[in-house]
């Protein structure tokens, strides 16, 4: 799949989260995505939340697996680990790069980097486990 088709493939299937992300490129075996700014995704003190960082990384892995697989809407994480480096920068949209590591029949993983607009260094690090359902024949 390729931007445009996981962009429509958001739109139309998960639509729960659609408007939140924008897909800015996509390339073999990795997707970089951006958690578009706004007041939801913000905790007290004016910081980027940890669940909206988790989102973007969760998000960013599934399309990456998507854009290797084919439309497998019930591709599900399994496992994820995060790491929260830094303070993001405010206002900016959080930019998510996102490669697939291992692409078996059954289970894929993935890693990304998270990186607030204008920041050189990540704000984040996450590693995603997905299960991927079976083939109908299978």
Known sequence: MNRETLTEFLKTEFRQVAGMFAIDDVGRDRVTVRLL???RHLRP?????GPAMFALADVSVYLAILSMVGPKALSVTTNCSIDFMRKPASGVDLVCQARILKLGRALAVGDCLIYSEGMENP???????YSIPPAPDS
């Open 123 to 129: 704000v984040a690090r996450a590693s995603l486990t």
């Open 45 to 49: 003190g004016g910081t980027v939340s």
């Open 37 to 39: 700014h706004d007041e």
